[in-house]
């Protein structure tokens, strides 16, 4: 196979030998042809034309541009792993490490055209495919070339290094997905650049446009959560290892995010392990505690699709097999918050309604129990919210291929909506009774309960998509004796 050379030299290391002459010849000749199969497609192929129609039709007559994004250095000369924009990702259903760089352009006309670095040339002036540690073959594994990118995505593609030229001269009117590909960003940043970047709203289009999920979407959103089933059953399993482990909570981390490698791609977000008062820490990500086994673990963890679809669940599990009295009553509270959530789940809620009656719950039972010394109804006055010290997040957000998804969605159409069929979200409702809260009773401090589940909206209501991980304390403890013998 030949190609055009690329222009830049091969990212080579400081320890790599030199080629000579001789060798780069050799290496240009006798290679077999290894077309990919002719009938390979993207995942989701039927649906992405409408979608890439969708937003044409938000913008008529402009230009819009999608990056996927640049690799980012993890130390020295090697990168992070690379994962595209789930915008990129949407409108094309390429969602590989391979798409380093990669830009998807919708034209005024509507036509997509996808800027793409093809499979490394063999010889014609190019070692990449030899020499090249971020982009050759023998290095990194294997693109399409163009002609089996087209036939993959149903897009039309060009060469990469065609973007430039693309991006100079007379532009009709031109909007930048900003923020996501460094060397684009500062393109536009130009004083003489038609390309507008920082544009909030072709962001925000993006963003609603992937709010309601179609069935594919909700088939990999469920696939997701099954992974993720079978990774939070892998971790109970694995308890007594990790007890014993000075550093069990890491223990369980590398439990849970094998079976989301092998399963898919890996974890959806950094996965969060939480023994004890670290369960107090909304984000524990650092993941570095012992288990003590008469403490709780809450495990907040998702895996995430080949298709990057995830899921994001919570539970929180007695270390020992058994809730303690005062684990079970604290957790029955936020048990019965997210049941009043879940409750307020249909097409033509608010988005906030949720929430509030999750709210209720929680502000109820923490007044009832004298850990807050004001009325519930006092708390939960828009002025007050003095409850808010013992939950501190919002009870849930959108799902899909991010995990807080179509967060740049406008307010009017995400926060300030309403909910319809085909919304995917969390319902994850919290109490974080702080190790050194002094407001609160001994027995309390350092107790942290979330329960986090993942639902659809349907025609009239929601469906749990999560149901296979039990959520009461018996469930649980019947859940865990079961898999631990
Ligand atoms: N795992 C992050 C969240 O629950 O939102
Ligand atoms: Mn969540
Ligand atoms: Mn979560």
Redesign the pocket.
Known sequence: MTGRPSPIPPNTGSHDLPVSPALDAFMATAWAPTPLPAEDRVAGYAAMPARRAALAAAFPGERLIVPAGRLKVRTNDCDHRFRPHSAYAWLTGLTGEDQVGHVLVVEPDGEAVLHLRPRSPRGGGSSEFYRDRRYGEFWVGRRPDLAEAERLTGVRTVHLDDLGKLLTGPQPPTRLLAGVDPELDALAGRPSAALRAGDDRLEAVLAELRLVKDAWEVEQLQLAVDHTTAGFADVVRELPAALRHHRGERWLEGTFDRRARAEGNGPG?ET?VASGAHACVL?WIRNDGPLDASRLLLL???VETDTLYTA?I?RTLPLSGRFTGVQREVYELVLAAQEAGIAALRPGASFRDFHHAAMRVVAEGLAASGVLRVSAEEALHTDSGLHRRYTLCSSG?MLGLD??DCAKARAETYLDGVLAEGHVL?V?PGLYLQPDDETLPLELRGIGV?I?DDLVITADGARLMSSALPRTPDGIEEWMGGLLG
Request: charged share 35%; aromatic share 6%; hydrophobic share 20%.
């Open positions: 977000y969060i984000h907040d963890a998702g994001d919570t957000h995990v807080h969390t994850e979330r986090e």
